[in-house]
């Protein structure tokens, strides 16, 4: 499987994110560089909202996520509840 | 209340789809073909508009509420860092003449990103691709506009940007990416989403944002780096819009398969040989590196754009053949491109200049196989007719390249002893190219490239000095005049770094701020 | 390494680029909305003709008949440039979503008499179309006119369009449901009430002079319909027979029509100031699609207006000729 990745700026709004990301992908590696944070994954990534929410305490709209978000790869599928980043092959 | 009905709550993507699908219908009082017209003659079959997945699914609104958080938080920090003379907290001066190199080659560039997009978003008939085209327009004015507010207050204090919209339409090493856009925005609206939102945005863009931006990062430049890293989040948008686009027209019709490669072959060349700009900066403009141009090139192109063209491949589409030449070429691409900006420091408006020896120390560990054995005997020649007083000003006008408009500089694929030229007569005419590739992109399309616009010739033909100047006249001097249509301040503008006025100035600013004086 | 720089005074080199201080004739410190309008659209030595429209220059005066010494000479006079455009836009989006929230709270939509809230559904609706055709034409203009003065407003414009359809929709489903919009849709293409208007809108869809394309959507349609549609008959009209709700609902609109008008009004003005010339293709345009536009809205009124919609309508068109009148166009 090919690698996928998010990377965002580091901020306040998403050092919750980034905890939520981890948990939710075990697999998941942190490439932490100058004022942005890499995610690395193993052909798939999941961003789900309830877990965001359970960490910050309020409602989250996974379309804030772009406020924040540096650059990714791989193909995107948006809900309202998860952001999936995937290869097909 | 007893009339009310429970109303079936939408989900986003159904609350999408009557947000921007619904809006559209079938007119019948005038022919498609008129409203739409377009939209055949690259020969793309597209059957079903409506099998294009909208990637983010954002309403205006919900774009309107993100954007201004990004730009109230944009703007803080842009004015901040102007209060407080953020520009004298940059490593050295030297660092300056990337953000003059930016502003007056890639910020234009923005701008005609944000019109192609608004074309093509009207071209297309399906809700879809204009809403995301639309979208990206706007983004893209975005881009241009923050940049230019951005480095405003750079041009304050330093030189070589007073006038970069001018310069971008004659400088002739600015025809280079101009050239490139002029390209995309020409060619018809599905090609023009390949060329910048497939290849462009999709698989360089991390080439030219991430190493400038952490560029800018690591050398203090909080500024740039605050532009940039908010440009790169509606970045995220665009690249998601530039894979949609391409697996749409593949999936539409098998016969949309050649069309397209032969488009991701050229795009991603013509993209590789504007990002020759970024490769110098890179290792040699970034008085702190971040990391080579060769390393840049391994994980955004050959790991991600890997991991891209396998995911591809599905649909029969495969690695651009170019793809080999680059691999060739990552060993020698900046220290070409550097050598020939020092050689041609008068007619730039920036400053270069030799790197010291740690620099020297650092180029020969990324660059093992090259760097000590072709370009460093170079520079240290340089060095020395330098201290001599000799700085080397080359007044030759070199030959370019027909499609890239690059100087013929770049050796040999396998032979870097070795100048590369190609050419290719056409209709009683010569034609000069660097590469095979720039050549078997102007054989498939030379009506096209022969109307290039080429600095060279350009000078040569007359056409490049101030309206009114007498060639003829007595002690009449070419560069000076060339120079003066392009609106440089001779002696600020341009030539070495260690002459110039922003070098003394930064010095001298510095000073002040820690010392007491 | 960071310096406090607090006790620093440096003196710049300069206060703005060569082209703004050309342009506004000193050199002293410009606006962001100058810095970011004036020349950014390329000027000189194109490269190739453009593929899709190979007798013109990528960027050429001439696809449009109104001739400018300095197309920029047109300004806005909201001084729009990204980001006070979209801070505009992100506070009446809070205003917006304040109010729909208010009317979905407190079941507003269902206190609504039935017959009014039939007549916003049938009225509103097919307007939702009327905008995605407006963001079309704004994109068309936005593409092809000259100079960022001219161009740039109207990107504004065609997302602004492809809000207030989305607004319409919001409003659609609030009041009724997906199949409202669906009947609205099928009224839009089949109705007799509507064809005059989608005559007039597909009709649109083909002019390629830019300038043009601005005056038949944006001064004239738009300068009948939203104070025929909204300050008329939503917030003056049905307000009075308990439809205060949906003038909450459709308060961007309104808003918006009033900021817009302003930059609309400059615009015309602008260009028919320039030349007589320009003043005649005017008022020509003006005239044939200003009369295009009220007949064909007249039916569209009619749902709403009944008896009455002869008079509004006269007075509609009055004030708009009286507007243009002071843009120094008669019509």
């Not at chain 2, 007083?389 to 002893?417: A, H, S, W």
């Not at chain 3, 304040?98 to 407190?106: L, S």
């Not at chain 3, 409003?171 to 919009?181: F, P, R």
Request: proline share 4%; net charge negative; hydrophobic share 40%.
């Amino acid at each position: 499987m090919s690698t996928v990745f998010l990377a965002l700026q580091t901020n306040e709004d998403t050092r919750p994110i980034i905890e939520a990301i981890l948990q939710d992908n075990p697999s998941a590696v942190v490439d932490e560089q100058p004022a942005m944070v890499k995610i690395n994954a193993d052909g798939r990534l999941v961003v789900r909202r309830e877990t965001i929410e359970e960490l910050i305490g309020r409602d989250y709209d996974l379309q804030e996520l772009q406020v924040n978000m540096i650059t990714m790869s791989g193909n995107l599928d948006q809900t309202d509840d998860e952001i999936t980043l995937f290869w097909k092959s | 209340m007893d009339m009310q009905v429970a109303k079936k709550k939408l989900g986003l993507k159904e609350r999408y789809a009557v947000m921007t699908r619904g809006l559209d219908w079938t007119p019948s009082y005038q022919k498609m073909e008129d409203i739409y017209p377009c939209i055949a003659y690259e020969g793309i079959k597209i059957h079903d508009w409506d099998k294009w997945e909208d990637p983010f699914r954002l309403t205006m609104d919900a774009y309107w509420k993100y954007q201004a958080e990004k730009e109230r938080k944009l703007y803080a920090i842009i004015d901040a860092f102007n209060q407080n003379n953020g520009h004298l907290n940059v490593t050295d001066a030297r660092y300056i003449n990337t953000v003059k190199l930016f502003i007056s080659g890639i910020s234009p560039l923005e701008y005609v990103a944000h019109r192609g997009f608004a074309h093509a978003g009207r071209a297309f008939p399906g809700p879809g691709p204009r809403v995301a085209c639309l979208m990206q327009s706007l983004d893209e004015i975005r881009h241009a506009q923050t940049q230019v507010h951005s480095i405003s207050n750079y041009n304050k204090y330093y030189n070589g940007m007073h006038d970069f919209h001018h310069m971008h339409d004659r400088v002739w090493f600015l025809s280079v990416p101009k050239s490139f856009f002029d390209d995309a925005i020409t060619a018809g609206p599905f090609e023009f989403m390949v060329s910048i939102g497939f290849s462009f945005e999709y698989v360089l863009t991390n080439l030219l944002f991430v190493p400038f931006v952490s560029g800018a990062a690591y050398n203090g430049d909080m500024g740039t780096m605050t532009f940039g890293f908010s440009a790169q989040s509606d970045e995220a948008r665009h690249m998601t819009l530039g894979l949609e686009v391409i697996k749409f027209i593949l999936e539409q019709d098998p016969a949309n398969v050649p069309i397209v490669q032969r488009w991701i072959d050229k795009w991603t060349w013509r993209g590789y040989r504007v990002l020759t700009l970024v490769a110098m900066m890179m290792d040699y403009m970034l008085p702190k590196r971040t990391m080579s141009w060769k390393e840049a090139w391994e994980v955004y192109f050959e790991e991600n754009g890997g991991a891209l063209f396998k995911d591809l491949a599905r649909y029969g589409i495969t690695m651009p053949k170019c793809a080999e030449q680059i691999a060739l070429e990552k060993d020698h691409l900046s220290h070409q491109a550097w050598s020939t900006f020092y050689n041609y420091a008068a007619a730039a408006n920036f400053h270069t200049w030799m790197p010291d020896e740690d620099e020297m120390a650092w180029l020969s560990s990324k660059y093992p196989e090259s760097f000590d054995k072709q370009y460093r005997p170079r520079y240290e020649f340089w060095r020395e007719q330098a201290a001599k007083g000799n700085r080397f000003y080359n007044k030759t006008l070199p030959m370019l390249c027909q499609t890239c408009q690059i100087p013929l500089v770049f050796t040999e694929p396998g032979d870097p002893t070795k100048i590369c030229y190609r050419e290719v007569d056409y209709k009683a005419e010569k034609y000069h190219f660097c590469s095979d590739h720039c050549k078997e992109i102007f054989e498939h399309e030379p009506e096209k490239y022969v109307q290039a616009w080429l600095p060279v010739h350009q000078i040569y033909q007359g056409n490049c000095f101030p309206e009114g100047t007498d060639p003829t006249a007595e002690g009449f001097d070419p560069l000076a005049a060339v120079l003066k249509y392009y609106n440089f301040e001779n002696g600020r503008d341009n030539l070495d770094f260690d002459i110039s006025e922003d070098k003394k100035n930064f010095d001298e600013w510095r000073g002040q701020a820690t010392k007491n004086i | 390494m960071q310096i406090d720089l607090r006790t620093v005074s440096i003196k710049p080199l300069r206060h703005t680029f060569d082209n703004i201080a050309r342009r506004i004739g000193a050199d002293k410190p410009a606006s962001r909305y100058q810095e970011g309008t004036l020349d950014m659209q390329q000027t000189a030595n194109f490269h190739y003709r453009p593929t899709w429209d190979p007798e013109h220059e990528i960027y050429d005066a001439s696809r449009t008949a109104i001739k400018m010494a300095d197309w920029y000479a047109f300004k806005d006079p909201r001084q729009f440039y990204y980001g006070a455009y979209t801070l505009a836009r992100a506070k009446q989006q809070d205003t917006a979503e304040a109010n729909f929230d208010f009317v979905e709270n407190r079941g507003l939509a269902s206190t609504l008499p039935e017959s009014l809230r039939d007549t916003v559904l049938k009225l509103l609706l097919p307007l939702r179309h009327v905008a995605w055709g407006s963001n079309m034409n704004n994109a068309s203009v936005c593409a092809y006119s000259y100079g960022t003065g001219f161009s740039q407003p109207h990107i504004y414009q065609a997302m602004d369009q492809l809000g207030i359809a989305q607004y319409i929709t919001r409003v659609g489903l609030l009041l009724g449901d997906v199949e409202s919009l669906d009947e609205a849709k099928r009224a839009w293409t089949e109705d007799d009430t509507w064809q005059g208007l989608r005559r007039y809108v597909e009709d649109s869809f083909v002019i390629k002079d830019p300038v043009e394309l601005f005056v038949v959507q944006n001064v004239v349609l738009d300068g009948l319909m939203y104070p025929l549609v909204y300050d008329t008959i939503i917030d003056d009209v049905l307000s009075s027979q308990g439809g205060t709700p949906v003038a909450m609902l459709t308060q961007f609109m309104t808003d918006w029509y009033a900021e817009t008008k302003k930059w609309v009004d400059a615009t015309v003005k602008i260009a028919a100031a320039e030349s007589p010339e320009n003043k005649q293709i005017l008022s020509q345009w003006l005239t044939a699609w200003r009369d295009r536009a009220a007949a064909a809205l007249l039916p569209v009124a009619r749902i709403a207006l009944g008896e009455r919609t002869d008079a509004v309508m006269a007075d509609v068109v009055q004030q708009f000729n009286a507007r243009m009148a002071k843009a120094g166009v008669a019509i």
